[in-house]
């Protein structure tokens, strides 16, 4: 009985111990993780010393649950060895006095022989027993992930799409309502609006409008609350997300580059030949110049004549005829390696190589989040025209901040603490006195280019709507 109370409080004890230290020990690696990331940037500021303090005040966390787990292992050892030793003492006692002391000395230090071993036995199966308790900490941190809601099936074989869909891009938002999780309020307050097919919407509004949040309900990486998204008449909220998500392209704000080739990351499913891939780099002005083979470049560094190369075999040279020392840079083709991140190329180049890949899949549904947020104006502007021209059959969402990037567009959505607050096309927005994008647009600093660039955009509409 004695063990049995022993052993109950050390268990119990050595139980919440162990969760304290495994809670604990998952912040180290994390901070560990986000330093080396984030290394140029914590050196670039001289924050070295806090985020060593900080790693070493996690450490120090995590040693004080470990402290206390060998103070309980100390606690459990005394107390068993002072009840083994009044066993001992028992059982010594009880051979002494048994039948008058005529115990037979072999029997009598048998039995001593078995309480001290008992002892050591009774510690044993505690602390084993105490052990599988504490490793079962881990399979409680399983089970909790296991509880979380599944995303929704990749594919629904009664409710599959047509193969051509869709087909034109028509999208019909209804009352869209959208939280992050049940206890959190709304960021989307039951808005609607209509996108005809092949037309380009900007999308604007102040930090927190809910502009990101709209690109994430399209994808249903988070599902809507109430109210629905219909893409040519088909509700996305009834078919499966495999089936969604491969028919619609995103370039987010923060690109996501695989680990592997610059072929891989372009065209994953080995679907497109190798021009096609060229091609998409040069229009997603990643190529500057002509591009040709290593042959074909003289001793001078100029380009003998222009090729699209169809093979990436050997090492490819562009000529940076746009540059005043007319650079020569080399990559290693489509199979130059990308590392972990994308992290071999710049924020900038990887919006890029994002861009290019959406020009290789070509979708009827493209949305840009900030895709362009991370170049300079130039080649924004540049970057801007290969849109408006690889992408004309398409309907084209473009997520901006900066406000030239969408004032030619067809129509502007203007959103404002999840709502819809204004939408129409920019020079009618810009028209409309006191209105949300005129006053945006007025604190850019570039009204008069916005509002000249807004009006041609309304003046070849009308030629245009006048011809037909």
């Not at 308790?133 to 881990?138: C, F, G, I, T």
């Not at 109430?226 to 996305?236: E, M, T, Y």
């Not at 989040?369 to 309907?395: C, G, L």
């Amino acid at each position: 009985m004695a063990y049995w109370f022993i052993g109950a409080l050390y268990i119990s004890a050595s139980r919440e111990i162990k969760r304290f230290e495994s809670v604990t020990k998952s912040p180290i690696y994390t901070h560990f993780g986000e330093t080396l990331n984030g290394v140029s940037t914590i050196r670039a500021y001289g924050h070295e010393k806090r985020f060593i303090e900080a790693n070493y005040n996690k450490i120090d966390d995590n040693a004080q649950p470990k402290i206390y787990m060998t103070a309980a292992n100390r606690w459990l050892g005394i107390r068993v060895d002072l009840t083994g030793a009044f066993v001992s003492f028992l059982a010594g006692l009880f051979a002494l006095m048994a039948s008058g002391g005529r115990v037979d000395a072999g029997l009598a230090g048998m039995s001593l022989s078995y309480a001290l071993n008992f002892t050591q036995h009774v510690l044993w199966v505690v602390r084993f027993y105490s052990i599988n308790e504490m490793n079962l900490n881990s399979v409680e941190r399983v089970v909790e992930y296991l509880d979380i809601t599944p995303e929704a099936p990749v594919s629904i074989p009664d409710r599959v799409p047509p193969a051509e869909w869709p087909a034109e891009g028509r999208i019909s938002v209804e009352d869209l309502v959208l939280q992050y999780a049940a206890s959190l309020p709304p960021v989307i307050h039951g808005i609607s609006f209509e996108v005809r097919p092949r037309e380009k919407i900007g999308i604007v509004g102040r930090t927190g409008a809910g502009k990101s949040s709209l690109a994430l309900a399209m994808l249903r990486i988070v599902e809507a609350s109430a109210g629905r998204i219909l893409i040519d008449g088909v509700d996305i909220s009834q078919i499966g997300v495999g089936d969604l998500r491969s028919q619609l392209t995103i370039i987010p704000q923060d690109p996501v580059l695989f680990t592997g080739t610059i072929r891989s990351n372009l065209d994953p499913f080995n679907k497109h030949s190798d021009s096609e891939l060229w091609l998409a780099l040069r229009r997603a002005h990643l190529l500057g110049g002509d591009v040709c083979e290593a042959s074909q470049v003289n001793s001078a560094g100029t380009i003998s004549e222009h090729v699209s190369p169809e093979s990436s075999n050997g090492r490819i040279i562009i000529h940076e005829s746009s540059t005043a020392d007319g650079k020569i840079c080399t990559i290693d083709g489509l199979d130059m390696a990308v590392s972990e991140n994308g992290f071999n190329f710049s924020q900038g180049q990887r919006q890029l190589i994002a861009l290019a890949r959406a020009l290789v899949k070509r979708t009827r549904v493209i949305i840009l989040d900030e895709a362009t947020a991370s170049v300079d104006f130039d080649t924004d502007a540049k970057i801007q025209a290969t849109i408006r021209n690889e992408f004309r059959e398409s309907t084209l969402l473009c997520i901006a901040h900066r406000l030239r990037t969408i004032v030619d567009y067809d129509r502007v959505l203007v959103l404002d603490q999840g709502k819809v607050v204004e939408y129409d096309t920019p020079y009618q927005l810009l028209s409309k006195s006191k209105g949300l994008f005129q006053h945006m647009c007025l604190r850019s600093g570039e009204y008069d280019f916005l509002f000249a660039a807004a009006k041609r955009k309304q003046l070849a509409t009308d030629a245009s709507n006048a011809k037909h």
